[in-house]
Nanobody
Framework: VQLQASGGGLVQAGGSLRLSCAASGRTDSRSAVGWFRQAPGKECEFVSAISWTGRSTQYTDSVKGRFTISRDNAKSTVYLQMDNLKSEDTAIYYC???????????????????WGQGTLVTVSS
C-alpha cells in the first residue's frame, strides 16, 4: 500500500487547511489510517487516526475540537480538516496506514508500517 499526502501549505493563524491521504497499490486493503506530524527540532507525534469503517476516530488533546478526520473508502482517501490553526501546528504531516478492520486505534507509530512522504503545513502568526 502506498500513501500520498497532499494539501499542505502556508496559512495564517486562525485559518484552515484540508489534508488528503490517497492510497494506491492494493486499494482493496482495509486499513486504519492516521496522521502524525513532526515540527522542526521536535519528535514525531500522533495527531489523529480513523478506523476502516470510519466509526472510530482518535485525536491528540491539542487538536481536539479543531481537527476532524474522515474518509471516503470509495475514493481510497482519508482527509484531515484542520480549522483554527495555530503556529504550534506548523509541522510536516505524514499519513500512515495499518492493515486492520478493527475499531481499536493506536497513537504509537510502531503500529503503522505504511508511511506517506509528508506534506508541510506552515502557520504564520
Amino acid at each position: 500500500v502506498q500513501l500520498q499526502a497532499s494539501g499542505g501549505g502556508l496559512v495564517q493563524a486562525g485559518g484552515s487547511l484540508r489534508l488528503s491521504c490517497a492510497a494506491s497499490g492494493r486499494t482493496d486493503s482495509r486499513s486504519a489510517v492516521g496522521w502524525f506530524r513532526q515540527a522542526p527540532g521536535k519528535e514525531c507525534e500522533f495527531v489523529s487516526a480513523i478506523s476502516w469503517t470510519g466509526r472510530s476516530t482518535q485525536y491528540t488533546d491539542s487538536v481536539k475540537g479543531r481537527f476532524t478526520i474522515s474518509r471516503d473508502n470509495a475514493k481510497s482517501t482519508v482527509y484531515l480538516q484542520m480549522d483554527n490553526l495555530k503556529s504550534e501546528d506548523t509541522a510536516i504531516y505524514y499519513c500512515v496506514g495499518r492493515l486492520s478492520t478493527a475499531e481499536r486505534l493506536y497513537a504509537d507509530s510502531k503500529y503503522y508500517p505504511y508511511w506517506g512522504q509528508g506534506t508541510l503545513v506552515t502557520v504564520s502568526s
